[in-house]
Structure formats: structure tokens, C-alpha cells
């Protein structure tokens, strides 16, 4: 783990790791994308990224981890209503293996890809759920939580870091949930199904969840609408998973407040960039 700020380095530090060019994204995969707020990615990351991936991240869960101010939140148990639910987000800046994870090649052409051009970094983040006793993520809608920028140009990727299944309480998406209006947010880790009240009648008909199962190193990609979230973890494998949360370049601050935690306020109407949100065009090709 770093002591400086790696938030100010924007390109990988360690380009040793052999699997930059990994092809995420099948064929077919725009297609679904845009039919269902979706899709499953193939392999994203090898078994040597793996490995410091979750090496640092065992790190940041052991009891004497001190986070500090470059962390935009930390909850080493984010779950109100029993079990483990560890979240963070800033990670980038403090680990080199999530660092260069945000500007992983393969994750950012598809993420290119699948937003139509250019993307930066809106933030990542954490979430791990240990074995036996790990928390929920009820459902919701990523774009709930970020009404402070506009417009809705905002795309995720989520990373496994162990095998996910549905014991181990996979992300759950509704398919085509990315065409219907922003729902009102609710709590993280309050109440799995607190949804459903706020459904209508159409949307209760079509909340038909798709268990996202996937090896450790895979991914999927969804759109900032599509309703999500994920059940808790009674086995005995740990559930954990890396995001990434992707801007299309040119999506604008919405609130003169700082948009997170610790980092400077943009100004309303002024586009993201900068040291916090960097254009994650590693390569300087094609784009
Ligand atoms: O990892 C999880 O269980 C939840 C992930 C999630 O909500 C997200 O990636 O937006």
C-alpha cells in the first residue's frame, strides 16, 4: 500500500502484468447492453492482477487498517440489518493494484465501447462480503445516487474477485430496467426489497432478476438506470468485487458541493476532469 496520493498518477504504474489485452466484450455485447442495461464481460483480469487485487484488499479489511482522507468513504461494515458488508470507495488512490485496475486497457475500451467515446473516472469502489455472514446490497439504481451530475452518461463495471455465484450472493440485475424513470433512492443496506413499494404495477411484472454468476476475474457492465443489487452471502466463500464507475467524457457537475468526499467542489455546470476524474485513454490510440 502507498502513503502518496496515486490519484495523481494517470496511467498504470506497473505495466508488468501480462493482460492487457484481454477481449472483454464479445460481439453481440452492445446489442444486449442497449436491449437489457446489461451484460456479462469475459475475463478482465488475470490470475497475477487477482492476486494483488486481493492481497491489498485483504489489507484494507484487516482489523488494524487505518483508512485515510483519500478514502471518499469507508465502511469496514456498511450493513444495517445484520451480516458484513465492507464498501469503499477511493481505493484508486491508496492501492496500486486498484489504482491500475482503473485504468486497465481492456475494461476501459469496452467501457469506450459501450458509452459511444471517450470515458474518465467518476469514482471507484468496494464491495466485499465475507464468508457466512456476509450483508445484502438492496435494490437500486446507481443513477439514484449521482443526480449531482448530469447528464445520465454513466456506466459500471463490476469486477469479480472470487468465483460469484448465487450462494455467495452475486449482483442481480432486472433486464430492462435501464428504460424506466429514476426511482426514489433508498438506504444501501437497510432493506433488500424496499423497491418493490415504489414499483408500479408494469415494473412489478417485469422484476424477473438475472443472477450474475461469474469466475474471479470476469465482469459485467450496467447502465446507471438499471435496478440492481444483491443478496447476502451464506456460504463459505467470500464475495467480493471491484467497480469501476465510468463517466462519458463531457458529463457535467450538477451541485456546487464537493461530489465527493475530500476532493474539491466543481462548480455547477463545469465538466469533470482533472486530477479526481481522469480521461482513462491509456493507450492514446484510436480514440
Ligand atoms: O457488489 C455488490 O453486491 C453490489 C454492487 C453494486 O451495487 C454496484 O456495482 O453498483
Not at 151 to 170: F, K, M, Q, R, Y
Request: proline share 6%; with cysteine.
Amino acid at each position: 500500500m502507498q502513503t502518496t496520493d496515486l490519484s495523481e498518477f494517470h496511467h498504470p504504474i506497473d505495466i508488468t502484468i501480462e493482460d492487457r489485452s484481454l477481449p472483454v466484450l464479445s460481439n453481440d455485447a452492445v446489442e444486449f447492453f442497449s436491449e437489457n442495461g446489461f451484460v456479462l464481460g469475459g475475463q478482465a483480469v488475470g490470475a497475477e492482477r487477482l492476486d494483488r487485487l486481493r492481497r491489498d484488499l485483504a489489507e484494507m479489511m484487516s482489523d488494524n487498517f487505518e483508512p485515510d482522507q483519500r478514502f471518499y468513504e469507508f465502511h469496514s461494515n456498511e450493513a444495517e440489518s445484520g451480516g458484513v458488508l465492507f464498501h469503499a470507495l477511493g481505493a484508486w488512490r491508496v492501492s496500486p493494484a486498484f489504482h491500475d485496475l482503473v485504468f486497465h486497457s481492456p475494461i476501459v475500451e469496452a467501457a469506450e465501447t459501450l458509452l459511444g467515446g471517450p470515458v474518465r473516472l467518476w469514482h471507484d469502489q468496494i464491495f466485499a462480503k465475507p464468508a457466512n455472514d456476509g450483508g445484502f446490497v438492496a435494490w437500486h439504481q446507481d443513477q439514484s445516487y449521482w443526480t449531482r451530475t448530469e447528464p445520465v452518461a454513466h456506466l459500471t463495471c463490476w469486477i469479480a474477485l472470487d468465483d460469484a455465484s448465487e450462494e455467495n450472493g452475486c449482483v442481480n440485475y432486472i433486464p430492462g430496467s435501464h428504460r424506466w424513470p429514476l426511482l426514489p433512492r433508498g438506504e444501501l443496506a437497510d432493506v433488500m426489497d424496499a423497491v418493490l413499494s415504489r414499483l408500479n404495477d408494469d415494473q412489478r411484472a417485469a422484476f424477473r432478476p438475472f443472477a450474475a454468476e461469474m469466475p474471479a476475474g470476469h465482469c459485467s457492465f450496467h447502465h446507471s438506470m438499471t435496478l440492481h443489487g444483491s443478496f447476502a452471502n451464506r456460504s463459505q466463500q467470500s464475495r467480493r468485487g471491484a467497480v469501476i464507475n465510468f463517466i462519458r467524457d463531457g458529463v457535467r457537475s450538477a451541485s456546487d458541493e464537493p461530489l465527493l468526499e475530500g476532493v474539491p467542489a466543481v462548480p455547477i455546470g463545469e465538466k469533470l476532469q482533472g486530477q479526481f476524474f481522469p480521461l482513462l485513454n491509456v493507450s492514446g490510440e484510436k480514440r
